[in-house]
């Protein structure tokens, strides 16, 4: 089962009606009581992360299903019309990152990441200025049609987990930060992809196991 999907924007407008999707979500999948005010929270939560970390955005919300011998797998997806730059990539990473990009592999993987990399800005104030550039001197917008929108970079929750379980004496103060969040707390897997025009996350939790 996948719900419509639901236009959030970075001024918030659209927050009220994913919520609200997201409870019609639980109703129908028999999702009740605590677990129901997991999912919210977890809704809540992503669309409250990808705010406070991304600007000027246009994202696609939405939630589907799938039936596993685990459990009904429920996934919040959230896809945003916005390239993260250096330091919003760090801010989203410290929640779902494994350290390894799944998408990266072989030579066109390496090219994909090196023309990803090429497009991205260290700060919201080059991005800015980049594009009044841009503007100034094509006319035509920002972007380029020559450059393909790979899936470029892909981070596990899970597998960070593990790594930091595996040092969790080095890294006290790491492991406690990851904790803090309600995400981390609450679901079982978060997947992160880094595009040259896009930033989703996913958002994956297990119910009636």
């Keep these: ?6 236009t959030v924007y970075s001024d918030l407008r659209g927050r009220e009606e994913a919520m609200d999707t997201a409870e ?50 429920c996934m919040i997806c959230f896809s945003a019309d916005k390239q993260a730059n250096r330091v919003q990539e760090k801010h989203i990473l410290s929640v779902s990152t494994s350290g390894r990009n799944e998408n990266a592999r072989g030579i066109a993987g390496r090219i994909r990441e090196v023309i990803r990399h090429s497009l991205q800005t260290s700060s919201s ?7 009044s550039i841009n503007d100034a001197c094509l006319g035509i917008g920002t972007g380029s049609s020559s450059y ?3 899936s470029a970079d892909y981070w596990s929750l899970r597998l ?49 196991k």
Excluded at 1 to 6: A, E
Excluded at 125 to 131: A, D, N, P, Q
């Design 1 to 6: 089962m996948k719900t419509d999907v639901i």
């Design 160 to 208: 960070y987990r593990q790594n930091l379980s595996a040092k969790k004496d080095a890294k006290v103060e790491e492991w406690d930060e990851l904790e803090k969040s309600i995400i981390s707390k609450l679901a079982d897997e978060v997947k992160v992809w880094l595009e040259n025009d896009r930033t989703e996350v996913v958002i994956e939790k297990y119910f009636n």
């Design 24 to 73: 019609r979500f639980a109703a129908y999948n028999g999702i009740k009581g605590r677990e129901a005010m997991h999912l919210r929270l977890l809704t809540e939560e992503t669309i409250c992360m990808i705010h406070g970390i991304l600007e000027d955005f246009r994202a696609d919300f939405w939630l589907e299903t799938n039936q596993t011998k685990k459990g009904t797998l």
């Design 125 to 131: 104030e080059e991005e800015s200025f980049l594009t």
């Design 148 to 150: 393909p929108a790979p």
